[in-house]
């Protein structure tokens, strides 16, 4: 998986995504699913990472399917009624639309990104789509200044108690230092980028000069196939779903 | 060179005026004068990264005849903190990044960068984590990257201020083997100039107006020797004034005791069991290597994150009235009078928008009435020589300033107990035996100091004690 191109899983997720939230009915996403599930082992992610990875979409999806089970429109015969909420048949299938749907959706475009790495991504963005570079290569800086804004962030909160303003105060208390904190790691975060800015332009970045590339993009016959084979699950997908008569386009 | 000057477009003085000088090809200029001088902004002048909007210039700025801007590639420019000039995330990609801005074929690439790290010393695979890196190997990553760009100058500010004498020392051998291979020439900006002062083929002294002396290491006069003295510039045979006591350390009631204690962030590494008390009126200096858990350890005993393993306790007389005797179960005001934590990046500290706010802020948390909190401002002010920045913003002190602003904010709420991170970082010799002095100041009247240092000069004047950390079995 690492060797595909990021903009051929750009376009693989992205195909799926859109044609899977054309519809809203279960068999398009259980088909897609079937198909994601069946090739998740040739992703070259490992078990306990992919677990890791896919906790947070595992815990969302049911909770999305919930709340279509509490609030959704009625419809066909009530199969429970819990106090002020009636359980309906329609609600039941609807429910269970969207948990696959959310699923199946995000599987492929969460895994894709697992195995992309944003050097590589920024690569091809700028050699392939040819996205200017100044502005891909400066959000690939960027995103490397995340993790040390995450270390400043915990460091502020504990300068806070060492400086004694850390508690009291009540909720509005917690709020209004909050604030305060994130505002410190903004004057932060803007004298650490015009420092790394200095950095860059002091190696050249932004010469009037034609850059080159240390690494190749490539955009290879592996890359249509992989596009292509994305575009294959959607079709059969749908083709399933029109065939069961299920499908149930969200614009109409 | 020609009188040349510039002038920041915020500030009312010129930071720099009057400069002549003419630095031929293959000489190693080490640039010395007082911290404010100006010498910073030459040195990104001649990278060409001073922008045009920031300031003005007047005089003419020259590298072989064309204005440094013009000049891309012809200057290196590596700079002070490690953790703010690594750019991208794999060594290779990072060491290719100027070449690539250069346009170089990318055959061509790969050869100077292997080159390049081979040259300053950095056997590492192209494709490991730019951030696991430590921060001597971060600047020599970054001297990789620019020697890979084959400029003719090698710009350098403050190269060594941020590293630990191991990194400082293998920073300066990855560059006397580059000017061994490469012949480029050298400019450097340089507080600690003892560690450069064998290297540097020629000395130039920046004054206020233009330059004050130029020329041979060995020649300085001792007149301008004193005079960089004063303005802080550290020369080579520096006499350090020991200030420690003279009477036994056990003289000293124990405020902190640490048994079998270990360690480190939340989810981070977990340091060696610790054994060790802390003592009123004493300094207890703890060193060890970069990585070690030294920062965890100071953040431990200041009670902002809990201990993993063994006890932390203060001493009834710490505890005062509080129900528990664990620094980490207090609450924040409760901490305020009792431990004082100064942190290794001041800006990371402040909560304020002026000094004199900033000052004024443990007091206020601790509830004292208006007048006292006055008094003890202006008492701190007057004594860090801060009083006529009492209305500038933190931020925009200098880094000496900064960092006695924030031993002052923990001072303010008078604790027992000060824990410094790294105190003398990055200081020049004026501000560091300020500093010194003020540490001993305190531990005279009865505080108990434990200084994070690396600074071996540091522990030599004023530890009473040390605690010297050692990479274990347990740390990998």
């Not at chain 1, 050097?119 to 996205?131: E, F, G, V």
């Not at chain 1, 970045?205 to 016959?221: H, K, L, M, N």
């Not at chain 2, 002549?20 to 001088?37: D, F, H, K, Q």
Request: proline share 5%.
């Amino acid at each position: 998986m690492n060797s595909i191109s990021p903009l051929a899983k750009l376009c693989a997720a992205g195909i799926l995504g859109i044609v899977l939230l054309l519809s809203l009915d279960p068999v398009s996403a259980l088909v897609a699913l079937g198909f994601e599930l069946a090739l998740l082992p040739w992703a070259g992610v490992p078990a306990r990472k992919l677990l890791r990875i896919l906790t947070p979409l595992l815990i969302a999806a049911p909770f999305a399917g919930l709340a279509t089970l509490l609030y959704g429109r009625d419809g066909g015969d009530v199969i429970l009624s819990l106090g002020p909420w009636q359980i309906t048949s329609g609600e039941v299938s609807l429910a269970l639309a969207i948990t696959l749907r959310v699923i199946a959706v995000a599987l492929p475009a969460v895994v894709l990104f697992a195995t992309t790495d944003p050097t590589d991504l920024a690569d091809a963005l700028a050699q392939l789509w040819k996205l200017p570079a100044r502005f891909v290569i400066g959000a690939l800086a960027a995103i490397r200044m995340l993790g040390l804004m995450r270390q400043d962030w915990q460091m502020l909160r504990l300068a806070r108690r060492a400086r004694g303003v850390a508690d009291g105060g009540g909720p509005w208390g917690s709020l209004k230092r909050l604030g305060n904190q994130a505002l410190a790691l903004l004057t932060i975060a803007i004298r650490r980028g015009s420092l790394l800015a200095i950095a860059m332009e002091a190696r050249a970045f932004d010469a009037p000069i034609q850059r080159s590339w240390a690494r190749q993009a490539q955009f290879t016959a592996r890359d249509y196939v992989f596009v292509l084979g994305a575009t294959l699950i959607s079709a059969i997908a749908v083709m399933m779903a029109l065939m069961t008569g299920a499908w149930n386009f969200v614009i109409a | 060179m020609q009188e040349w000057g510039w002038q920041y477009a915020a500030r009312s003085t010129p930071a720099l005026s009057n400069i002549s000088c003419e630095i031929t090809a293959g000489e190693r200029v080490l640039l010395l004068g007082a911290s404010g001088v100006g010498k910073s902004t030459l040195l990104r002048a001649v990278a060409g990264v001073l922008g045009e909007d920031e300031g003005a210039q007047h005089g003419t700025l020259t590298i072989d005849a064309v204005v440094p801007h013009r000049a891309r590639g012809k200057v290196g420019l590596v700079l002070q903190d490690p953790e703010n000039q690594v750019i991208l995330e794999r060594v290779g990609d990072d060491v290719a990044f100027g070449c690539e801005n250069l346009g170089i074929a990318r055959d061509e690439i790969w050869a100077r960068v292997s080159r390049a790290l081979e040259i300053v010393g950095l056997d590492i695979d192209l494709a490991h984590s730019t951030s696991q890196l430590s921060g001597g190997q971060k600047q020599r990553l970054a001297l990789a990257g620019v020697l890979a760009m084959q400029p003719e100058i090698i710009a350098l500010d403050e190269p060594t201020a941020n590293l630990d004498p191991v990194g400082a020392l293998s920073l300066r051998k990855a560059l006397v083997s580059v000017t061994d291979e490469t012949g480029a020439t050298v400019v450097m900006v340089e507080h600690r100039s003892d560690l450069w002062w064998d290297f540097a083929t020629r000395i130039i002294v920046l004054g206020s107006d233009g330059v004050l002396w130029d020329g041979a290491p060995a020649l300085l006069p001792p007149e301008t020797a004193e005079v960089l003295e004063a303005a802080g510039v550290w020369l080579p045979d520096k006499k350090i004034l020991s200030r420690k006591r003279q009477d036994e350390r056990d003289a000293h009631s124990v405020l902190l005791s640490a048994r079998n204690l270990r360690t480190g962030y939340p989810a981070g590494q977990l340091g060696q069991p610790l054994n060790f008390d802390v003592r009123a009126g004493q300094v207890l200096a703890i060193t060890g290597p970069n990585g070690v858990g030294k920062t965890a350890l100071a953040l431990t005993l200041g009670g902002l994150i809990p201990a993993r393993e063994g006890e932390l306790s203060a001493s009834p007389e710490l505890q005062g009235n509080l129900r528990t005797n664990s620094p980490y179960a207090w609450r924040s005001t409760q901490l305020l009078s009792r431990m004082g934590s100064v942190f290794q990046a001041p800006e990371q500290q402040f909560i304020a928008g002026t000094v004199r706010d900033e000052l004024a802020a443990g007091p206020r948390a601790l509830g004292l009435s208006r007048e006292e909190v006055d008094t003890r401002v202006d008492e701190l002010l007057e004594r860090l020589h801060l009083s006529e920045l009492s209305q500038a913003h933190p931020f925009t002190l200098s880094g000496g300033q900064q960092r006695r602003l924030s031993v002052g904010t923990a001072l303010a709420t008078m604790p027992r107990v000060l824990i410094l991170d790294e105190p003398t970082f990055g200081q020049d010799a004026r501000t560091w035996t300020e500093m010194v002095s003020l540490i001993s100041e305190l531990r005279d009247g009865g505080h108990a100091i434990v200084a994070i240092t690396h600074d071996e000069d540091f522990v030599a004047a004023v530890a009473d004690s040390v605690l010297a950390l050692e990479v274990g079995r347990e740390q990998y």
